[in-house]
């Protein structure tokens, strides 16, 4: 009897395990958007979104980078130390976007961009990349493990 209730109570946590709980987001390796997929460098610590694209030379059309959060909240991003003009993309937890910064210039530094809704995810593609297709908050993204 115990046998089987411990055979059981394993079922129900490798279902919940594989079915109910989400996706680690750490293991994020392209997000489709735009009718494309884009692979992505993941941000997830305080320190790789701190360096984020900074000192990199260029970036391709299918290259982006995601950052990702453990909460939503309103993050805002600057150009500091960048060779090169992105598109700032912020989603919403719901893998909606709620924000587009296009073409934002190493120039611009210090200044800041960022929504006034919370994100959990802010993406960093090449400049002119979302104007090219079309891109438009309410848009959705997926992520591709």
Not at 86 to 110: H, L, Q, T, V
Not at 121 to 133: A, D
Request: proline share 4%.
């Amino acid at each position: 009897m115990k046998k089987n209730i411990s055979s059981f109570v394993l079922a129900v946590v490798f279902f919940i395990l594989l079915f109910v709980i989400p996706k680690d987001h750490r293991n994020i390796k392209a997000i489709q958007i735009m009718g494309q997929n884009i692979r992505v460098n993941l941000a997830t610590t305080d320190a790789a979104r701190e360096q984020g694209l900074s000192g990199r030379e260029n970036l391709k059309e299918d290259e982006g980078m995601l950052f990702v959060f453990d909460y939503p909240d309103k993050y805002s991003f600057w150009m500091k130390d960048m060779n090169f003009p992105i598109d700032m993309i912020w989603i919403g937890e719901n893998k909606e976007i709620i924000y587009i910064k296009k073409n934002a210039r190493p120039e611009s530094f210090p200044e800041s961009y960022g929504p006034t809704a919370d994100s959990k995810y802010v993406l960093e593609i090449v400049s002119g990349l979302s104007s090219k297709n079309n891109l438009k908050e309410g848009d959705k993204v997926e992520f591709k493990y």
